[in-house]
């Protein structure tokens, strides 16, 4: 009898994992399909002079994929642009967002309509965003309207898409702009899950708000903090939609990020070996700078 039993649990048991795995099949497999096999096929891209077509050859390169990137200024400007765009637009948002969710978590009446109003950037779409500021700070647009016109602190517009600071400023604004209200409802969720007893003991001790703030708040949305600057920081590396809609890179590739420049190398140069190699280290780039990040937030060491 036990015998028998023991055999229903374990065709019981069969049958469960049949059904697993029939319902995680699909998506190993979309995985496997659209995320592992790409990344491997652009690592192996990355050694070859790739050339597009049934019966073109592409010639092996070793490395020289990325001597070329490495050596390439452009390139290397392009890194330097994505840092700096991620060092200035990633702090920006956090505290931008968190004093908005503090401030909106503070008040009971109109909370609905500050919420969907600071979270409408982020449900707009990048391409409509991208073309309203490329008007606000086109030569004729209306920050040089406002500047000469109006308030007529300049003689003359300022040509503010021109030259390489101005224009990754103008885009860094409109990141850090669009970014607010995602990190708004981030933050706002994990201050209203902090315990209230320990904001009513603060306030019997007698504790200032900013004390509350560092030794209540912060220390409670510490792994919140985490996750937004590492999302964050990933999502910079892979800002493409601003940088091309204000300047396509220009004037003379000046303002070209990353993944700006890989676009160009991939399908105006054709030059896919070379953008494949700049693709791996973009990537190993990332994976560095995220478990730095993640170091540095659990206040471990890095090497």
Do not use: C
């Not at 592992?36 to 390169?61: C, E, H, R």
């Not at 990190?183 to 209203?192: S, T, V």
């Not at 091309?244 to 004037?251: D, F, R, V």
């Amino acid at each position: 009898m036990d015998q028998v039993i023991k055999l229903k649990k374990k065709r019981k048991l069969n049958r469960a994992d049949w059904r697993t795995w029939v319902i995680f099949l699909p998506g190993i497999l979309f995985v496997l399909l659209f995320t592992i096999y790409p990344i491997l096929k652009m690592f192996v891209m990355s050694f070859f002079d790739w050339n597009i077509g049934f019966q073109a050859t592409s010639p092996f390169m070793g490395l020289q994929n990325y001597v070329d990137v490495l050596t390439d200024p452009i390139a290397i400007r392009a890194i330097i642009n994505t840092f700096v765009y991620a060092i200035v637009t990633v702090p920006l948002q956090m505290i931008i967002g968190l004093a908005v969710a503090l401030l909106i978590n503070g008040i009971k009446r109109l909370n609905l309509f500050f919420r969907l109003g600071y979270y409408l950037p982020v449900i707009t779409s990048w391409v409509v965003v991208a073309l309203l500021f490329r008007y606000i700070f086109a030569n004729s647009g209306l920050m040089n309207y406002f500047l000469v016109d109006v308030l007529g602190v300049v003689e003359e517009p300022v040509n503010w898409l021109g030259s390489r600071w101005s224009a990754l400023a103008s885009a860094m604004l409109l990141g850090v702009w669009k970014g607010i209200g995602w990190n708004m409802i981030i933050f706002l969720a994990a201050l209203q899950a902090v315990p209230k007893n320990l904001y009513e003991a603060a306030d019997i001790d007698g504790a200032s708000r900013r004390q509350k703030f560092f030794y209540i708040t912060l220390p409670s949305i510490k792994g919140t903090v985490t996750f937004a600057l590492v999302m964050l920081s990933i999502g910079a590396f892979n800002t493409y939609t601003p940088i091309a809609i204000l300047t396509g890179g220009n004037p003379m590739h000046q303002t070209e990020v990353v993944l700006t420049w890989m676009y160009f190398q991939t399908f105006e140069a054709l030059n896919m070996g070379y953008s494949a190699a700049l693709s791996m280290i973009v990537t190993g780039l990332i994976m560095l700078v995220t478990v730095f990040l993640f170091g540095v937030t659990r206040g471990k060491k890095v090497a």
